[in-house]
């Protein structure tokens, strides 16, 4: 994720993530998770399925003192999903994998989250709703987009 998107992604959740439980998906280098735990949050689990990934989000922990409350979860998102709870839920697949955001998304829903966001190319348009949630908000900076969903009753 580009430091420009982070910063912005954290500017916006400011007053949402302090106390609560942050989950990364397609964490890559962690960054995301790491920022999380940086502003507040109380634990941080971040999944990746590759391997040589995985030793960069470690390392990467280990460097900043940060690995008590970090959950790396060596993993597809899929079959990380079941054991995970969490009250904020990135991701960030691949952008050319657009059936990853889809069946992410998805099971997000399925699960009953609360607030999901995505980050996709600006080109990309997710859909407006996935089951009950529904898209609050996008923001757009150069090629990258973050989009928010919240349940419908949120």
């Not at 507040?40 to 590759?50: F, P």
């Not at 959950?71 to 054991?83: D, N, T």
């Not at 923001?139 to 919240?150: E, H, P």
Request: overall charge negative; proline content about 3%; hydrophobic content about 45%.
């Amino acid at each position: 994720m580009l430091d420009r998107m982070r910063e912005t992604l954290f500017n916006i959740l400011q007053l949402e993530v302090a106390g609560q439980v942050f989950a990364s998906l397609f964490s890559g280098t962690g960054a995301v998770g790491i920022e999380a735990l940086s502003r507040g949050a109380l634990q941080a689990y971040m999944v990746e399925a590759n391997p040589q990934a995985v030793k960069v989000i470690e390392a990467n922990l280990e460097t900043l003192g940060a690995t008590a409350d970090a959950i790396v979860i060596s993993s597809r998102v899929e079959a990380a999903l079941p054991r995970i709870e969490a009250d904020i839920w990135f991701l960030g697949p691949p952008y050319a994998d657009h059936d990853a955001y889809h069946k992410t998304l998805h099971a997000l829903a399925e699960k009953g989250v609360k607030l999901a966001i995505a980050q996709h190319d600006a080109k990309f348009e997710l859909r407006e709703n996935y089951e009950q949630l529904v898209r609050t908000r996008i923001v757009k900076a150069g090629s990258n987009a973050l989009t928010f969903y919240r349940p419908v009753d949120a």
